[in-house]
């Protein structure tokens, strides 16, 4: 039932650290979810440093979905949006042909607070890696919620357990919140043919293993799957039909290396937007020396 095991891997992206689990090198992809991070859980005091925001970079052949436990980030990009994000909301941004965007922080850094939360990307398809960029904002009362006998349950976004959020995706996929009480037990269904499960906080047990905070349990297609809540616990359950193989380097994903080259050139020459909002700094290509001005203004 139980196919592979995903430890996340702590990174510190400058002050912020992260819990990588996709990509993986033994399991590059979950369908079309080809990136997760859960970044935190964190406390900040007030005051904090502006060296933990996320500058503006770019994107392409992507959408990315952020989805808050807790705290609060501001989201700027090139297609003119500014949007800040509270729990249970999402962002949704499509890439496409290319987009930049920044994450600050400015409500946490004036009063301090804890941050926790997921991002993920997901892989456009071949069709679709070249459409315009776009994004929309969902408030937590839109998305799709119900609850058992110790179970509450938010549809993020796709389609699962016969509910469908209006989250506008380009593929077939399901990705829900899912909080349990002790001893709660909850079923997945088979119906989609990649499955995973993250465990956000506590403990849960599957085909009588035990998966703690920080694990991904990927499932054999074809079965459906029993999560035992060893401890108050939250996961988050992702997945949905392959859209084929993706080639991924630095925050560019696309279906050949050609392109990623392309988007690369691009960057390093300044021919891709900053957001109007946030225009006076981005990061550089890796590897590529911090440009003395902002050629992209």
Known sequence: MIELVIDQRRKDLGGFEVGRVLPYAPRRMVGPFIFFDHMGPAEFPAGFPKSVDVRPHPHIGLSTLSYLFEGEMTHRDSTGVTQPIRPGEVNWMTAGRGITHSERFETLRAHGGRMDGIQTWIALPVADEETAPSFDHYAASELPAFEAPGLSARLIAGAAFGARSPV??????????????????????????????????????????????????????????????????????????????????????????????????????????????????????????????????
Do not use: C
């Open 168 to 297: 506008q995706t380009f593929s077939p996929l399901f990705y829900v919140h899912w909080t349990l009480a002790a001893d709660a037990v909850a079923e997945l269904p088979p119906e989609y043919s990649e499955r995973a499960a993250y465990v956000a906080q506590g403990v849960v047990e599957v085909d009588g293993r035990q998966l703690h905070d920080g694990q991904m349990a990927v499932f054999a297609p074809g079965d459906a799957v029993t999560l035992r809540a060893v401890t108050p616990a939250v996961v988050m359950l992702l997945g949905g039909e392959p859209i084929g193989p993706r080639f991924i380097e630095w925050n560019f994903v696309a279906s050949s290396k050609a392109r990623l080259e392309q988007a690369k050139a691009d960057w390093r020459a300044g021919r891709m937007k900053l957001p109007d909002a946030d225009d006076k700094e981005f990061i550089p290509l890796p590897g590529d020396p911090a440009p003395p001005a902002n050629p992209m203004s």
